[in-house]
């Protein structure tokens, strides 16, 4: 549990510093994926999280 408490922390750390930092680049990066097709969303979604699992997966020694 303590994990995901972690990695949940390290995404907001993440989050923060692109919308903190970078806050034109979220606004615009917002507004041009209303023009991606939701299956070209759904796949890279999906590549994602496969990637995520592969790292965790390395790290943690699987």
């Not at 680049?25 to 097709?37: E, G, I, T």
Request: charged share 15%; hydrophobic share 60%.
């Amino acid at each position: 549990m303590s994990d995901f408490i972690v990695a949940l922390g390290l995404v907001l750390v993440i989050e923060g510093v692109f919308y903190g930092g970078l806050p034109h680049l979220a606004k615009r990066l917002a507004a041009d994926v209303q023009s991606v097709p939701e299956q070209a969303l759904r796949a890279v979604g999906i590549v994602a999280i496969i990637i995520g699992v592969g790292i965790v997966w390395l790290v943690r020694g699987g």
